[in-house]
Structures are given as C-alpha cells and as structure tokens.
C-alpha cells in the first residue's frame, strides 16, 4: 500500500492524509513496513517538493540507524532525489524498479 499510494492523483486534503499515513507506518516494529513507507514518502515529494527537507532527514536516519535494507534502499533514494534533474529520465515514481 505504501508504494502504491503515491501514484494516486491525489486532492491537497488526501495528499496530507497520505503522507500522514506513510509517517505512521514509520513507527511499525516491521523494517519491511518501515522501507515500504520510506519508499512511498520519498514518491510522495514528486508531488510536493516542501516534503522534501523532513523526507530527507528521515532517509538519512534510516541510512544511518536502520536495518541493512532501510540503510541500502535510504542511500538509492536519496541519490534518485539529489540526481540533477537534467540527468534523470521522467518517471512517475522513484521506484527502483521501473
């Protein structure tokens, strides 16, 4: 669900529930819920650059303090979002996958 989220077109009003949501999950015991939710809040800033800043520092906790595949899917994420846009190709989504 965390991933699936921010492809949604989504109204100001459930955009902040939305990320409201992935916040929480970062409170999970699961460090695959927790991933997942990083994930979905890093998406989430393609919609709302003033995400950007706390999503940041919450990547780079979680790339310094978590689980060996929150800190290695933290440093993918943060690398997609600090690429100048220039060398990036469009994408819906900072999926790694897509």
Not at 41 to 57: K, Y
Not at 70 to 90: D, H, N, Q, V
């Amino acid at each position: 669900m965390a991933l699936l989220i921010p492809r949604l077109k989504l109204t100001v009003p459930e955009f902040r529930r939305a990320a409201g949501v992935l916040r929480s999950y970062l409170d999970y015991k699961s460090s695959i819920v927790k991933t997942a939710a990083l994930h979905g809040l890093a998406d989430l800033t393609r919609q709302d650059r003033n995400l950007l800043p706390e999503v940041l520092d919450l990547l780079r906790v979680a790339g310094r303090s978590g689980t060996p595949a929150m800190r290695a899917r933290s440093r993918i994420l943060i690398e997609k979002i600090e690429k100048p846009a220039k060398e990036r190709r469009p994408r819906t989504s900072l999926h790694m996958f897509t």
